[in-house]
């Protein structure tokens, strides 16, 4: 189990910790409720430390990238980034990423903890002879995700050297040792992840709680990316679907002219039509939160449809909410559903995303 | 409820380090002090179980039954509990609720024997109330003891505290 440089400031905090992609994180300190609403309403700090960073440099590596993932970063600037996506060949979803352009030929890729060793694997793969490094620096940087509308204010007053960059931006300074700025975050709020040296990192963090962001562990952090409909890799996303059934069609560019691994099973999907899609699923009676794995079926209660993908209680809207993979003739805006909970059923429908 | 902070001095002493982009210093300032050891709250007056249930016998017709003082902070944010029906017969050991806080499912085992006489409704609405008041009005369901000896082997609420530390 690999331990966050920031474990022992979790300990000191009173956080209780728990295995989370082979990591010891902090799943919560005060309690999910209460740090929740700090990033709905003012500012937490999550520990990323467990995140992947990888850098792709060389004077053919946007070129590279662009056949690599969905979206097309021929529509990056420097300094900027955007929500992507790394595929197999049959167009299941190897990992979904954030990449960042610093450069013309310098790339700054975050992803997830869980896939770090198979995206590493895959794309070295398919690096060319040369012309592209592809260094994996997971392990030199430690991270911390701060969120929530008071972001800008409690920065603004902590590093007012530090300029944060515009939404989706990334920024590199030189402070305390290297500091990377990234203007995105999980909890669709306004925010930043700030990756820095391992060994500099307790010093960002300590500093960020000091004036006033609120410790927030992995619970609340599902609990906001759920809310606003966000896909968790490895429950929502998998090698099984693809990013259309998963309604990411958005960040899929099928018109790249050069294509991109998992193109061409993705354009005969469109083609064809969907058979399922990720559909967000909301109780509309009083019962116990959703959970990953419980039944969803027809409103009849007798034709099972699919399973849970993500299921929690909404701190937000104060009821279960969820998503699945259902059939496409049941995944529409409105279709009544049953969710089978300790063999009770309970009335739930298909919602729009994002919940809140 | 958020810690306490004192972000004055510091973070205006981290403001010039920064804004001047010195070399930082190592040092770690910490304004956050960890959790006192706070003493666990339970009183000696009821039986506890190594599950963290308690039962209050002092009542001749039948024992409340609830969750430890304990057990309701590891839980943390109680928003959902299922208790059993009126009538039903449960064994010492025997799982007859399940609490949810956000984060997972839990079951809850009876610590002792006998039929559940009355539960809890206003829990329905106020879950909550575990967290608030977990020996009061957090309590779960009323038990009528089919076999009394067998608070003995509970534990008392000095024993329980020991338990836990």
Known sequence: MEKSPLHSLHLSLGARLAPFAGWEMPIQYKGIVSEHEAVRKSVGVFDISHMGEFEVSGAGAGEWLNRLLTNDNRALADGQGHYT????????????LLLYRFQADRYF???NASRIAEDFAWMSRHLPAEGVTLRDRSGEFGAVAVQGPMTLSLWTELAPGLVLPERNGIVGYDACGEVILCRTGYTGEDGFELFAPVEK???????????GAIPCGLGARDTLRLEKGFPLNGSDLDERHTPLEAGLGFFVKLDKEEGFIGCE?????????????LAAIRLKEKAPPLRHGYTVLESDGKTALGELTSGSLSPGLGVGIGMAYLPVDHAAVGTELKISIREKLYSAEVVKKPFL | MPRETRPGRGARRQKALISENRICHETIIRFVEPDSIQSVNAPDHLHFSESHEWVDATAPEAA????????????TDVVYLELPTVGRVVSKGEAFAVIESVKAANDIYSPVSGEIVEVNSDLAESPEAIN?????VGWMVKIKLSDPAELDALMTGTSYREHLS
């Open chain 1, 85 to 96: 996506l790394l595929l197999n060949e049959e167009g299941g979803v190897i990992d979904d």
């Open chain 1, 109 to 111: 890729l975050v992803v």
């Open chain 1, 201 to 211: 990192i307790g010093h960002w963090f300590d500093q960020l709680v000091a004036s």
């Open chain 1, 265 to 277: 099973a993705l354009r005969a999907q469109r083609k064809e039509g969907l058979s399922q899609k």
């Open chain 2, 64 to 75: 409340s039954v609830g969750i430890s003082d304990h057990a309701q902070e590891e839980l």
């Open chain 2, 132 to 136: 608030e008041d977990p020996y009061g």
